[in-house]
């Protein structure tokens, strides 16, 4: 099992910038990906960017330049760098992990309560 618990969302302005991250504990040396979702008011859970240690870092093509993962090993924590907001990016946003590398977008077992993040205009 592994336990996930996001934080860093909240309240911003558009155009500010907001950290993320994903503290895991439990079998997570067995953590092969990580991977950041997220979900706006009346929409679906979509892919936002997801990370492995072996074959690098994916992003949805809606975030790419703006939104930055990485991962500290030794911390057992995943980030989510989230620069330029604006109010599009309204959502929860939820962090999860796998044991595989077969998808990017989905397989993923384990996931975290999320943590809301509201941009204002």
């Known amino acids: 099992q592994v336990q996930l618990v996001e934080s860093g969302g909240g309240l911003v302005e558009a155009g500010d910038s907001l950290k993320l991250s994903c503290a895991a504990s439990g079998r997570t040396l067995s953590v092969r990906m990580m991977g950041w979702f997220r979900q706006a008011p009346g929409k679906d859970r979509e892919f936002v960017a997801a990370?492995?240690?072996?074959?690098?870092?994916a992003y949805a093509d809606s975030v790419k330049g703006r939104f930055t993962i990485s991962r500290d090993n030794v911390r057992n924590t995943a980030f989510l760098q989230i620069d330029s907001l604006k109010p599009e990016d309204t959502a929860v946003y939820y962090c999860a992990a796998k044991y595989d590398l077969t998808s990017w977008l989905d397989g993923y077992d384990y996931w975290g309560q999320g943590t809301q993040v509201t941009v204002s205009s």
């Open positions: 990370i492995s240690q072996t074959i690098g870092t």
